[in-house]
C-alpha cells in the first residue's frame, strides 16, 4: 500500500515521535485533500488501492472536467462530495495509498438528515442543526445557522454525544490501517460556533455586546466537543484534530486580547482533556498564527497545522523560537505552490524539510486541503519530491 | 457632530441612531450630518483597522452603528436628498457562498457614503455583467474566500470585456487566497488586502472620474 511498512518505524509511531520531539526514522507526512481532487488523483495520477472506487472516481472526475470544473452542473460539483460524506472520507483515507503516515477523519459522517433537492443542489441539516447547500460550491456551505438569537444562544440544544455509530468511522479506520495515526475531528471555541451555528457577522458583534452569554454557550459547546474526542479516541483515533481558525492574512481575526479571554481558556481545557485520554492533539488553524505561537506552546499542543506562508507566517522564525515545543504540519504549500513552476516548488518543499529537520518537530504536510487547480506537473512534482523525501534522497 | 462620531467610532448603534434623531429635529441637515460626523467616523474606524488596533469585531459593531444612522437619515430624508459619495457593485463569486468579506467591503463603502448594489454571494458573471450595465457603478468588487473559486474572477472580468463595459468602470478584488500578483493576472484594477483598502481605492476611481 506504501513505502510506510518497510521503514523501521511504523507510521503512527513516526508521528507520535514528530509530536513528542523525538527522533524519528524519517520525516512523517500528512495529506489532505478535497473531494474532487481525490477523484482527479485516483484517476489520473494513482489508483487508489481500492478498485472500485478508482471507477467512481474516474466517471466522476471525467463529468466535472468535461463539465468545466466550477462551472460543470450542480450534479457533478456535489457527487464527489456526497461520496466523500459517505464513504468515511475517502479522499483522505487516500493520502495514505500517496504515502501519508496520518489520515484525518469526521466522526459524524454520515449524518445530514432533511435532504431536500432543490433545483441542481440539496439542502441538508447537519447534526448540528447548521443548514447547509451541497452543490453550491465545492463544500457544504452553511446557509443558515441555527442560532439567531439569545434565547437560541441560552438553549440551543447540542446534538447527543452518545450515539455510538457517530464513530464507526474510527472503529473500521483502526480496523484498516492499524499501524497509522488515525486524527479525529473536533471543533474549538471559536469556528464552527462563529462560521456555522451563529454566523460570523451576528457572531462577531456578540463578542463585543453580550460576551458573557457567548461564554456561556462557548463553554457548553467545548464540553461537548471533548465528550465527542473522548469517544473518538475510545474508538481508535490516536489525534485530537481541533478545528479553530484565528487569523487572516498577516493579521488575527479578533484581537489578542479578546482571543486570550475568549479562546484561550477553553482551548486550554479541550487540550487537556485530549492528553488525559491519551491522545495527542494537532490544532487546524488558518491564517496568520505567529502572534499565537507562544499561547498555543503555554496551551500544551502538540502539533499545529496548516502554517500558511501566504497568510503570513514565517517558518524559520517560528521553528526557530518554537521548533522544540511545537510540532509543525506544514510545508507543502497548496496556496502559492498553484502559482510557482515545478522546479520551484520541489525547491520550496525543500526548502520547508531542510528547515523543519533543524529540529524533531516537523511533519511534512499540505498547507491546507490539496485542491483540483494545481496543475498536473505541480501535482506530480509534489509526489515525487516527498517519495524522495520519504526514500531518503535529501538526507 | 464629534459625539455622535465618537459614538459610532464605539459601535454604540442605538445611542448613535438617538442622536441622529435629535440632530435631525433640531435641524441637521443630512448631508451635514453625513459629512461631518458618520463618514469621519468610518475613516477613524477604517484606520483604527488598519494600524491593527480594531479587529472585525470592533470594525463590524461601529459599521452597523453607521449603517443604522443613515437608515434612520433616509427614513426621515426626501428620497434623493442624501447624496452619494459614488456607486459601487460588490458579490461573491460563483460557487463560493461565504460573504463576511463581500460585506465587509459594502459596510466599508456605505460608511464613505457610497451606494452599495449588494449581488450576494454565488454571483455568476452574467449577474455581474447585468448589473453593471444596470447600475452603471463607479467599481465592481469581487471577493472570494477560496483557493477553487478564485479562478472565477477572471471569467467575470472576461464577461465585462467582452460585454465592452469595462472602460467605464474599475474592478476591484480581495479575499483570503488573493494577492496582487493573481490579481493583475487576471485583469483586476486593484487587489484589496482589506475592506478599507478597497473603500479608498473606490474612493480615488471617484475623485478622479470627478
Redesign the interface.
Same mark, same amino acid.
Given at each position: 500500500m506504501s513505502a510506510n511498512k518497510s521503514s523501521g518505524m511504523t507510521p503512527k509511531e513516526r508521528i507520535h515521535a514528530a509530536a513528542k520531539g523525538l527522533p524519528a526514522d524519517r520525516v512523517p507526512v500528512f495529506y489532505w485533500i *478535497?473531494a474532487h481532487t481525490g477523484c482527479k488523483l485516483m484517476a489520473e495520477y494513482m489508483p487508489s488501492s481500492h478498485w472500485n472506487r478508482n471507477l467512481l472516481a474516474k466517471f466522476f472526475w471525467g463529468k466535472f472536467k468535461s463539465g468545466g470544473g =466550477?462551472q460543470a452542473g450542480e450534479i457533478w460539483?456535489f457527487l464527489p462530495l456526497l461520496w466523500d460524506i459517505h464513504s468515511y472520507n475517502f479522499a483522505n483515507a487516500y493520502g495514505i495509498d500517496l504515502g501519508a503516515d496520518m489520515v484525518l477523519a469526521s466522526y459524524a459522517t454520515p449524518s445530514y438528515s432533511k435532504w431536500k433537492y432543490k433545483q441542481g443542489h440539496i439542502d441538508v441539516v447537519d447534526i448540528y442543526g447548521v443548514g447547509r447547500?451541497i452543490g453550491?460550491?465545492?463544500?457544504p456551505? =452553511?446557509?443558515d445557522p441555527p442560532i439567531k438569537n439569545l434565547a437560541d444562544l441560552k438553549n440551543f440544544p447540542l446534538p447527543d454525544p452518545t450515539r455510538d455509530s457517530l464513530y464507526d468511522i474510527f472503529r473500521q479506520y483502526r480496523k484498516q490501517y492499524p499501524n497509522y495515526s488515525i486524527a479525529a475531528e473536533a471543533w474549538g471555541p471559536h469556528d464552527w460556533t462563529s462560521n456555522q451555528m451563529i454566523g =460570523? *457577522?451576528r457572531y =462577531?458583534?456578540w463578542?463585543?455586546?453580550y460576551p458573557d452569554e457567548l461564554k456561556a454557550f462557548m463553554d457548553r459547546f467545548i464540553d461537548h466537543e471533548i465528550e465527542i474526542a473522548r469517544r473518538s479516541v475510545n474508538a481508535g483515533a490516536d489525534v485530537v484534530f481541533i478545528y479553530d481558525d484565528y487569523g487572516?492574512?498577516?493579521?488575527?481575526?479578533?484581537?489578542m486580547k479578546?482571543w486570550k479571554e475568549f479562546m484561550y481558556p477553553r482551548l486550554k481545557k479541550q487540550v487537556d482533556a485530549a492528553h488525559e485520554d491519551g491522545a495527542l492533539v494537532c490544532l487546524h488553524s488558518?491564517?496568520y498564527q505567529m502572534p499565537f505561537l507562544e499561547h498555543y506552546v503555554e496551551i500544551g499542543i502538540d502539533m499545529l497545522q496548516s502554517f500558511q506562508p /501566504? /497568510?503570513g507566517n514565517d517558518f524559520k522564525l517560528a521553528v526557530d523560537k518554537y521548533g522544540d515545543r511545537l510540532t509543525f504540519i506544514t510545508g507543502i504549500d497548496? !496556496?502559492r505552490g498553484? /502559482?510557482m513552476t515545478p522546479a520551484e516548488f520541489r525547491d520550496d518543499i525543500l526548502d520547508f524539510y531542510r528547515t523543519g529537520r533543524t529540529k524533531n518537530r516537523h511533519i511534512l504536510g499540505t498547507t491546507?486541503e490539496l !485542491?483540483?487547480?494545481m496543475p498536473d506537473d505541480n501535482v506530480r512534482i509534489l509526489f515525487e519530491t516527498v517519495r524522495d523525501i520519504q526514500a531518503g534522497k535529501y538526507n | 457632530m464629534d459625539e455622535l462620531k465618537q459614538l459610532v467610532i464605539d459601535?454604540k448603534a442605538d445611542k448613535a441612531v438617538a442622536l441622529v434623531v435629535k440632530l435631525m429635529d433640531e435641524g441637521k441637515m443630512p448631508d451635514a450630518i453625513m459629512g461631518q460626523a458618520l463618514i469621519p467616523a468610518m475613516d477613524v474606524v477604517g484606520k483604527l483597522f488598519q494600524d491593527?488596533e480594531y479587529?472585525? %469585531?470592533?470594525l463590524?459593531?461601529a459599521a452597523?452603528a453607521m449603517q443604522k444612522s443613515v437608515e434612520v437619515i433616509k427614513q426621515r430624508s426626501p428620497a434623493g436628498s442624501v447624496a452619494k459619495s459614488g456607486k459601487a457593485v460588490v458579490g461573491t463569486v460563483?460557487? +463560493?457562498?461565504?460573504d463576511?468579506g463581500k460585506?465587509l467591503l459594502a459596510m466599508a463603502l456605505e460608511g464613505a457614503g457610497f451606494e452599495v448594489v449588494d449581488l450576494g454571494s +454565488?454571483v455568476a458573471a452574467e449577474q455581474f455583467v447585468g448589473a453593471v450595465k444596470e447600475h452603471k457603478p463607479d467599481v465592481v468588487g469581487m471577493s472570494a474566500l477560496?483557493?477553487?473559486?478564485m &479562478?472565477?474572477m477572471k471569467d467575470v472580468i472576461e464577461a465585462i470585456d467582452k460585454a465592452g463595459l469595462h472602460s467605464g468602470v474599475k474592478i476591484m478584488v480581495g479575499g483570503? %487566497?488573493l494577492?496582487g +500578483? &493573481?490579481a493583475k493576472k487576471i485583469g483586476a484594477d486593484f487587489y484589496g %488586502?482589506d475592506c478599507v483598502a478597497g473603500r479608498d481605492y473606490a474612493r480615488s476611481v471617484v475623485a478622479h472620474k470627478n
Open positions: *478535497e =466550477m460539483r447547500k453550491g460550491g465545492l463544500y456551505d =452553511m446557509i =460570523m *457577522e =462577531m458583534t463578542l463585543v455586546e487572516y492574512n498577516n493579521r488575527p481575526l479578533i484581537s479578546m488558518c491564517g /501566504a /497568510a497548496i !496556496q498553484e /502559482a491546507h !485542491q483540483y487547480t | 459601535g491593527g479587529f472585525l %469585531p470592533e463590524l459593531v452597523r460563483k460557487g +463560493d457562498l461565504h463576511i460585506n +454565488d477560496l483557493s477553487t473559486t &479562478y472565477m483570503a %487566497p494577492s +500578483d &493573481y %488586502p
